[in-house]
């Protein structure tokens, strides 16, 4: 399709640990308005793929663009300033300290940050406002990923790469978090690594299949559902 501006292009992605290649030549484009979703099996690649794009991690081969700029290899700081980050399976806030404070450290050196008036709006909206002054620790696992979700927004990322956002959530979370992610994807570009199906037919436009480091396929929900290899190498193995 013609028109369609790209939030990122990863292009070729090599990524070699030792003897160990958990990318091989990878390329996934994600554009603007659209949610891109990523499955496959345990060791596939899909955490290595969004620790290159948001430069955790520094493949040997291949390009990365955001913007129409060239940031392969770009620290993850930079990656953040360029608008691209992530979040993580285990949860990364800093656990001594209140909401409040792990808000203001991702605000340092944030110089897009949202003012207090837009970061009031998105307390209230995560539901985390009657929580500033408790230690991120204390919070439930959910409040948490809320949090470290809060965190990526007030800095304006332009688009956040969700390692499994509902793992470990119970059955009512999982559905109160489908309508976070639901509402985020109207205010910034979302990809998710999801093992639940509900999560990847509800939110993705579009879903990337990863197979032992390649792209197997990319299609709708519905297409790649549809997919024989896709069941025989997945589904029929997560449903086992
Ligand atoms: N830092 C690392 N050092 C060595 N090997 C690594 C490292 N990170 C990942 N790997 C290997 O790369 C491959 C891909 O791992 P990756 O974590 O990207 O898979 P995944 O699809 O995200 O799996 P999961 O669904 O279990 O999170 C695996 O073989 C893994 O053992």
């Keep these: 399709m013609t028109g369609r501006v790209p939030l990122f292009e990863a ?23 659209e949610t891109l979703g990523m499955i496959g099996p345990n060791g596939s690649g899909k955490t290595t793929f969004v ?3 948001t430069g955790h991690l520094a493949p040997q081969e291949g390009r990365v663009r955001v ?8 620290r993850p700081h930079r990656m953040a300033a360029a ?23 991702a605000t340092v050196d944030a110089p897009n940050r949202m003012d207090a008036d837009e970061i009031a709006a998105t307390l209230d909206w995560l539901q985390l406002g009657h929580r500033l002054n408790v230690a991120a620790g204390s919070l439930t696992l959910f409040e948490q990923r809320r949090l470290e979700i809060l965190m990526r927004l007030v800095q304006r990322a332009r688009l956040i790469m969700l390692d499994e956002p509902v793992g470990g959530l119970s059955a009512t979370e999982v559905r109160a978090m489908l309508q976070v ?12 690594i999801e093992h639940a199906m509900k999560v ?22 519905a297409e790649i559902l549809a997919d024989k290899r896709v069941v025989d190498q997945y589904l029929g193995r997560a449903h086992a």
Excluded at 67 to 74: L, P, S, W, Y
Excluded at 200 to 217: F, Q, T, Y
């Design 200 to 221: 990847i037919r509800e939110l993705a436009d579009s879903v990337v299949v990863m197979l032992a480091g390649e792209k197997l396929m990319q299609g709708t929900p």
């Design 11 to 33: 292009e070729d992605i090599v990524m070699r640990f030792g003897g160990v290649v958990a990318l091989r030549k990878v390329s996934v484009t994600q554009f603007e308005g």
């Design 67 to 74: 913007a129409g700029a060239e940031v392969t290899r770009f």
């Design 83 to 105: 608008g691209i980050t992530r979040t993580y399976q285990a949860v990364r806030v800093f656990r001594e300290l209140t909401v409040a404070d792990n808000i203001a450290t």
């Design 181 to 192: 992610l639901g509402d985020l994807r109207r205010r910034t570009g979302l990809f998710v």
């Design 51 to 53: 620790n290159v794009v």
